[in-house]
């Protein structure tokens, strides 16, 4: 996170809530994301809903209650800060004999690829992450295995996927290892094409293997980007 020293206070919200940032302009509805720090490690949110207007909406319902979040909109194509901003998130209002008092677990994992902005010199770099939502990453243990499909249009072969994560594995271009589940907080990758030229990359998370007992595969949202 590269600004938040003086946010935007939105102020307080349930986490039953959904808030709708209005004062941001410039950017492309479904093309950005929030980035903010939990227990000492950066989060990622992608924005997957917005509001009649095209302004972005935040889903609290993966915030944790009675805690104070900073975080900073960023649009996904090219890094860029939209801004920084500032909320508390309470807890829902209900009846205090409800069981349970919050929503369960669904206990289904669901995905999303966040793409970086690629590098082209010699070869194409494309940096990409696996969004699990926070309160999923539960689902995940020592072992667990996520498949993943990629569509390249024009590539040549020889394309190749690798991470510095030393908390997951890299088994195959299309198979990653989670070696350290309680570490796990973003899944960061790199898919290497060599040559440079345009290149169109389709991702999605198809399923995933050896999970938490009462675990299940989610709907996983395919996402493109374009080499150049």
């Known amino acids: ?126 940096p990409f992450d696996i969004i699990i939502p926070d309160p999923q990453l539960a689902g995940l243990k020592d072992g667990s295995i996520i498949n993943l499909a990629f569509t390249i249009t024009g590539a040549p072969t020889g394309a190749y996927m690798y991470s510095d994560d030393l908390n997951i594995e890299v088994i195959s271009p299309t198979q990653i290892k989670i070696i350290s589940a309680a570490a796990i907080t973003t899944i960061s990758l790199v898919f290497k094409i060599p040559g440079c030229g345009a290149y169109t990359v389709m991702c999605v998370v198809t399923s995933f293997d050896n999970l938490v007992a009462g675990w299940g595969n989610g709907t996983h949202t395919p996402e493109t980007k374009n080499i150049f």
């Open 1 to 126: 996170m590269s600004c938040c020293q003086n946010p935007t206070n939105l102020g307080c919200y349930c986490s039953c809530d959904t808030v709708t940032i209005t004062t941001l302009t410039g950017y492309t509805p479904n093309e950005v994301y929030i980035e903010y720090q939990f227990n000492g490690a950066n989060r990622k949110q992608l924005i997957t809903e917005v509001s009649a207007t095209g302004q972005p909406i935040i889903d609290t319902s993966t915030l944790n209650e009675d805690y104070n979040y900073t975080f900073e909109v960023i649009e996904r194509a090219t890094g860029t800060s939209l801004g920084c901003f500032k909320i508390k998130i309470t807890p829902c209002a209900g009846d205090i004999f409800d069981i349970p008092a919050l929503p369960p677990v669904t206990n289904f994992i669901d995905s999303e690829i966040l793409f970086g902005t690629a590098r082209c010199t010699l070869d194409g770099f494309l």
